[in-house]
């Protein structure tokens, strides 16, 4: 009976996390670069805050878009290839005014593993243009915060 006892109550405990204030800063300058860089429209330096081109990068899609992708391929996963590499041409290449916003920003960090969600405004020409919820996993590598991954809603 005691068994069932402590695995009730482990389920229903909040996670504990290692965390330390630095690190908890160092994520939140790493969504801030991240931001100054669309602003900016450099897609370059965008790219040198993810751990590899490699990285997932992308919005969940639809159940709707999803089995319109799979007409075309059958194994289609609802993901794709990341939109990495597409999102930081628009940026270099866009003459809009460009400019994404954070709200209700939780930051989750156990040693060098960390977990960042927040809703958001996508904003071009100082209007919103979509909105959801973005939630990125982070590691610490070299003594730096890296992206890796960026996965999101689009409303």
Known sequence: MWGLVSQASAQEAEPKFNSNGDDIMRIRGLLDEFRQDIIRKDGYALTKLVLNPDVLFHH?????????????????????PSQLDGFAKLLATSKDKLEERFRNIEIRQDGPLGLVTFNYDFV????????????????????????????????
């Open 60 to 80: 969940t899609n639809t159940q709707e878009e999803i089995d319109s992708a799979r007409k075309y391929n059958a194994q289609f996963d609802g993901i794709g």
């Open 124 to 155: 071009i020409n100082d209007k919103v243009h979509h909105s959801g919820l973005e939630v990125w996993q982070v590691c610490k590598i070299d003594g730096q915060w890296k992206i890796l991954s960026v996965a999101w809603t689009i409303y």
